[in-house]
């Protein structure tokens, strides 16, 4: 079992700046890949960035949703059990609340909701125009 809990969230203007954080506790937090999904009002929850092991070394993969692409970065630190969502360049349409969420396929970089096993409860992130 794993539990996560987001922080981070808030108010900030169009253009600014948030970094969100998502705190493991549980089992071993190396060994699960990890995501971010946002929920705006009268949407589907959607799919953010993600992080999983490199099969190849010991570093790690990402991966991010187009509409984020070179404004968010996701990030973890194994030994602080965290993972982390900078979001830069914020709009408007980032408007959500935004979960993190883990994977025990650690080597899977996964974009769909159903390959996620552990949700934290969100964020609430505004931006406004």
């Known amino acids: 079992q794993v539990q996560l809990v987001e922080s981070g969230g808030g108010l900030v203007q169009a253009g600014g700046s948030l970094r969100l954080s998502c705190a493991a506790s549980g089992r071993t937090f190396s060994n699960y890949a990890l995501g971010w999904f946002r929920q705006a009002p009268g949407k589907e929850r959607e799919f953010v960035a993600a992080?999983?092991?490199?099969?190849?070394?010991?570093?790690?993969?990402?991966d991010y949703a187009d509409s984020v692409k070179g404004r968010f970065t996701i990030s973890r630190d194994n030994a602080k059990n965290t993972v982390y969502l900078q979001l830069n360049s914020l709009k408007p349409e980032d408007t959500a609340v935004y979960y993190c969420?883990?994977?025990?396929?650690?080597?899977?970089?996964?974009?769909?909701?159903?390959?996620?096993?552990?949700w934290g409860q969100g964020t609430q992130v505004t931006v406004s125009s």
């Open positions: 969420a883990a994977n025990r396929q650690v080597f899977a970089l996964l974009r769909t909701l159903d390959g996620y096993d552990y």
């Open positions: 992080i999983s092991r490199s099969g190849g070394s010991s570093g790690w993969n990402t």
